[in-house]
């Protein structure tokens, strides 16, 4: 069963900046390979529906929320099975608990489609971490 932990949230200042960590595990014991899975960062803020943030495909590409671009980083490091969502210039409204998400099989992350469409795809989901940017 491949699981997703994330770490590295914490509260900041508005101008700081947090470095967030999602482990995946099981995917030895599973029929899909990390190497291969689409990855990505949600967040849900109180009262609001879960939104797109950031996501890396297999081959690097990348694709970023307009009201992140330019500020955040998603990265991955495929031997550690290990993703990164480096967060610089944080302001309040980037306050929301964080989700890392997977791609279970090699079908790609889809960038072209909309965040809704491509949120659809991801089927294994971390428990979260919380980020709190105070003014």
């Known amino acids: 069963q491949v699981q997703l932990v994330e770490s590295g949230g914490g509260s900041v200042q508005a101008g700081g900046s947090l470095r967030l960590s999602c482990v995946a595990s099981g995917y030895g014991n599973s029929i899909y390979s990390y190497n291969n899975s689409c990855m990505g960062w949600f967040r849900q803020a109180p009262g609001t529906e879960r939104e797109g943030v950031a996501g890396?495909?297999?081959?690097?590409?990348?694709r970023y929320a307009d009201s992140v671009k330019g500020r955040f980083t998603i990265s991955r490091d495929n031997a550690k099975n290990t993703l990164y969502l480096r967060m610089n210039s944080l302001k309040p409204e980037d306050t929301a608990v964080y989700f890392c998400?997977?791609?279970?099989?090699?079908?790609?992350?889809?960038?072209?489609?909309?965040?809704?469409?491509?949120?659809?795809?991801?089927?294994?989901w971390g428990q979260g971490t919380q980020v709190t940017v105070s003014s």
């Open positions: 890396i495909d297999s081959d690097g590409t990348t």
């Open positions: 998400a997977a791609v279970l099989g090699a079908y790609g992350c889809g960038f072209e489609d909309s965040w809704s469409v491509i949120f659809t795809r991801f089927g294994r």
